[in-house]
């Protein structure tokens, strides 16, 4: 599949106790990725591991993707925090940043004028939001109304698509792909289980969830990333099932 770039989401990394994301960056070439997607959440020591990150990004040549759960909207306003977390994602040259709608839907204000100061900031970082497992993000109706008006308003803010979070969360995946494939920009996946009712995440050889199907219907011309707890002896061959 001709994907622009395989990239290795820290998530993984969090199987492994104890380690730092700065600390796997060699692991994650030598498993043959050519990206990594650095979580914020996972930061202990925000200004440390910033710091360390960016250190080890100029050692070791992986392309960074900066992912903050941070929402656009707060209370249906432009939410402050993203001048920091923009900084942040420039302070480590990082090529994509990845956040989450937010409170959208009671939002009346001029949405180019109003972001235009945040996208100047960011330059040439790439902007997407992504599904979460949240009521409020993880659903269609939020991200298709935010990417819409995106695209209407000339903001280029794409979708990031997480099949395995919209099963978590019992959202059909074949509608959720209907309409938000057009806006996509980056995919991820991860297999899923079904186990006395509940969807859990799993790794993409052990999934009751056709995670091929799904891809075969989503933009190929985007950077694909796997997101699934693995230990580092196994996420090469998962890389390869793809």
Avoid at 74 to 89: D, F, M, R, S, Y
Avoid at 186 to 199: D, F, L, M, Q, T
């Amino acid at each position: 599949m001709a994907y622009t770039s395989f990239v290795f989401n820290a998530q993984i990394a969090t199987n492994q106790e104890g380690i730092r994301q700065s600390e796997v960056f060699e692991d994650v070439l030598n498993a043959g990725f050519d990206a990594i997607e650095v979580r914020r959440e996972y930061f202990l020591d925000v200004k440390k591991e910033l710091a360390d990150i960016l250190k080890k990004s100029q050692e070791v040549p992986l392309t960074l993707y900066y992912s903050a759960p941070v929402g656009i909207f707060v209370n249906g306003q432009i939410n402050p925090e993203l001048t920091e977390i923009i900084e942040e994602a420039n302070y480590l040259g990082a090529k994509h940043l990845k956040l989450v709608v937010g409170d959208f839907e009671n939002y009346r204000g001029d949405l180019q004028q109003d972001l235009a100061p945040i996208l100047e900031k960011a330059g040439a970082l790439a902007i997407n939001v992504e599904n979460d497992w949240s009521e409020l993000n993880g659903g269609i109706r939020n991200n298709l109304l935010f990417v819409k008006a995106a695209k209407e308003n000339n903001v280029p803010i794409g979708f990031v698509f997480d099949t395995g979070n919209f099963a978590v969360i019992g959202v059909n995946v074949d509608t959720a792909i209907e309409l938000l494939a057009p806006f996509t920009r980056y995919v991820h996946i991860k297999g899923i289980k079904y186990e006395n009712g509940s969807a859990n995440v799993s790794k993409l050889d052990e999934t009751d969830q056709d995670w091929r199907l799904f891809l075969d219907k989503l933009p190929k011309d985007v950077p694909l990333g796997l997101e699934f707890p693995c230990s580092f002896d196994e996420i090469a061959r998962q890389l390869t099932l793809v």
